[in-house]
């Protein structure tokens, strides 16, 4: 322990890589949604509880940001969430790229995702995605 420096920095977020944006959302979409309400839930009762470590959590609720009230769509637009095609993931994990960090960490086994949507989304992934990424640093 301590004998060297990780200076990596990894990002957590939902994933689901469909043909298009339009077929990512319809396929991962729902389990999106249902993760992220569950979470709002869960995070509802510990911002309820009045631990200062969750003190962010309870100003969302008084702002009304912390309903069951989610768009999926949106989230992912605003690269909260990477859902959508393989160009559409690849913007979003460029934008993570540029806030420093350098690996990305999926969920995407979320709701009622089927296993086969779950395995496709990983293939075209794999396949579409992250090849732009081996390119660049294979350049650096």
């Known amino acids: 322990v301590g004998a ?20 990512a959302l319809a396929q991962g979409g729902s389990g999106a949604e249902w993760y992220v309400k569950a979470t709002n839930m869960l995070y509802a009762a510990w911002a309820q509880a009045g631990v200062q470590s969750y003190k962010w959590y ?19 637009d605003d690269a909260i969430l990477c859902i959508g095609g393989p160009e559409k993931c690849a913007q979003i994990a460029r934008h993570y790229e540029a806030q420093g960090i350098d690996q990305l960490i999926f969920l995407v086994q979320m709701g009622s995702n089927r296993h086969e949507a779950i395995l496709d989304s990983l293939r075209r992934f794999g396949e579409h995605v992250i090849p732009q990424f081996k390119r660049a640093e294979a350049k650096v």
Do not use: S, Y
Not at 4 to 23: E, K, P
Not at 61 to 66: Q, R, S, V, Y
């Open 4 to 23: 060297f420096v990780n200076n990596n920095f990894a990002g957590f977020t939902l994933m689901h890589c469909g043909r298009d944006d339009a077929a």
């Open 58 to 76: 309870a100003e969302q609720f008084e702002k009304g940001a912390g309903g069951q009230e989610v768009n999926i769509a949106q989230m992912a």
